[in-house]
């Protein structure tokens, strides 16, 4: 079945252009004006509304075992609420346990993901640990299952952390193999301490969790990472970067030469720590690590996305309910699970916070949500953009549409939402994946299932 979008204007990361397009066999085949159908094509007007390529999060968590507990989206639900929001592929993470072997954690991430996502999808393969069996399992992730981006955590002590001389040859294997790193930074050793403090204190509210990770822990383990990049020449991708100091370090080392390349997250832009502050414990819903910072950061990380010093914005997708998950750090805010939902909201609360109120441009909207990750991580074309050869991923967007979100309405498989009562302007009137229609009208029409895990090849030498 073939699909022509007709009367839309196309938004890409470098254009605007009205012209009509044609889909067949999953990938975009033509872009003209005035494209006669022929008599078996879905026909799709998009007269009055923007057309753009599907969006991709390079930063979320399907399957998430977490502090003792998981995540309530499988792939089945997450994918869904992805695509209802705009999302058409997404990455996750694939986390072995410190001292689990890399492919034991692939066919566990494997097993909940083959055969249930409703989009299209892949993962960053985590190092919690190196070794030598570590290093042959890596390098077999990356040319025979086509994984081609590593994570790693300088927080977490102890747990998925990773220690200096691990980070180094984490690093020296990156860039033998033209893999890119992301890296959660955070100066652990600084975290524990301070969440000792404030414990021994009496100080154990979601309030706190603020102080035990504030701007200056961010920015040390920013710069920690910046030094082991320079000294190894490897390419790294700071992950939920969320204050001016932790960007600056990143500013620094790009004028040092550095490759690196930095992602925020929807609700930096959007929130503060004061949320966290909310009394009743209402706070823990916003429990997230790094931790919200001060409402100054807001218009700073919104000037970095729109002048390219932050890449991509995504959402770190982490659903844990809060009236059965997020008590279990009732009395010790350390034992809240971390993370907050927001797959489903990502793109309309960028559209309607970035570009209506002129913060961004479409193109950079579209650069940040879709093009960036593409490009950093081996998608695009295929993923990422609107042009012949690539996948039929369409968002076919309605900026008139006005609505609010509500944990009575969302999609998301959790009890809260994090942006309850927030407004917004614009919504996905029609998605596509590979040609096919999967959302109308904020409503899932697609095939379960259809999802592909995507190979991707090295791009970072």
């Given at each position: ?8 204007e196309i938004?890409?990361?470098s ?24 008599n078996?094509a ?18 979320v ?7 003792g507990?998981f995540?309530?989206d ?13 999302t ?17 954690a ?60 691990e980070?180094?040859?984490?690093l ?6 033209g893999?890119?790193?992301t ?8 975290i524990v ?10 100080k ?9 990770r504030?701007?200056?822990v961010?920015?040390?383990?920013t ?35 550095v ?19 909310r ?8 429990v997230?690590?790094?931790?919200l ?27 844990f ?23 489903e909201?990502?793109i ?9 109120e ?27 953009t ?6 039929a991923?369409l ?13 009575k ?15 917004i ?27 592909q895990?995507?190979?991707?090849l090295p791009?970072?030498?």
């Amino acid at each position: 079945m073939s699909i022509i979008i007709k009367n839309g204007e196309i938004v890409t990361a470098s254009q605007r252009y009205f012209a009509d397009i044609y889909c067949e066999n999953e990938q975009i085949t033509r872009i003209e004006k005035n494209i006669e159908a022929p008599n078996d094509a879905i026909v799709i007007d998009a007269t009055g509304k923007y057309v753009f390529p599907g969006f991709v999060d390079p930063h979320v968590h399907i399957y998430l075992p977490f502090m003792g507990t998981f995540g309530k989206d499988t792939y089945e639900t997450g994918s869904k609420a992805a695509l209802i929001g705009g999302t058409t592929c997404f990455i996750d993470f694939c986390i072995p346990n410190r001292g689990e072997e890399p492919l034991s954690a692939l066919k566990t991430w494997n097993e909940q993901s083959e055969g249930k996502a409703a989009c299209d999808y892949t993962y960053h393969m985590a190092v919690t640990g190196f070794d030598d069996q570590v290093e042959e399992q890596l390098k077999k992730i990356v040319s025979q299952y086509g994984i081609s981006s590593f994570k790693i955590f300088l927080a977490y002590k102890g747990a998925l952390g990773v220690t200096d001389d691990e980070l180094y040859h984490t690093l020296r294997l990156a860039k033998e193999l033209g893999v890119i790193t992301t890296a959660h930074c955070e100066n652990p050793d600084l975290i524990v301490e301070l969440q000792k403090k404030y414990i021994s204190e009496g100080k154990t509210g979601p309030e706190w969790h603020y102080h035990t990770r504030p701007e200056i822990v961010e920015a040390e383990g920013t710069g920690h990472l910046m030094t082991f990049a320079e000294i190894l020449d490897a390419h790294v991708y700071v992950v939920h970067l969320s204050c001016q100091e932790a960007l600056n370090e990143v500013m620094r080392a790009k004028k040092r030469g550095v490759n690196v390349w930095a992602e925020t997250l929807i609700q930096f832009l959007l929130l503060d720590k004061s949320y966290a502050e909310r009394p009743d414990f209402e706070g823990a819903k916003y429990v997230m690590s790094p931790s919200l910072k001060k409402k100054r950061h807001q218009n700073v990380m919104w000037n970095g996305l729109k002048n390219g010093f932050l890449s991509t914005v995504a959402t770190d997708h982490a659903p844990f309910d809060f009236e059965t998950q997020k008590p279990m750090g009732k009395d010790d805010f350390t034992q809240i699970p971390n993370g907050i939902p927001a797959i489903e909201d990502r793109i309309n609360l960028l559209f309607t916070y970035g570009v209506k109120e002129e913060w961004i441009d479409l193109q950079t909207f579209v650069n940040s949500a879709s093009t960036q990750a593409a490009k950093l991580f081996g998608l695009f074309p295929r993923k990422g953009t609107i042009q012949v050869g690539s996948d039929a991923d369409l968002v076919v967007y309605d900026p008139e549409y006005e609505g609010t979100l509500s944990v009575k309405t969302q999609h998301m498989n959790v009890d809260y939402s994090g942006f309850e009562g927030w407004t917004i302007k614009g919504r996905p009137h029609v998605v596509t994946v590979r040609g096919e229609v999967v959302v109308r009208e904020g409503t899932f029409v697609g095939t379960e299932g259809r999802g592909q895990f995507l190979k991707r090849l090295p791009n970072h030498f």
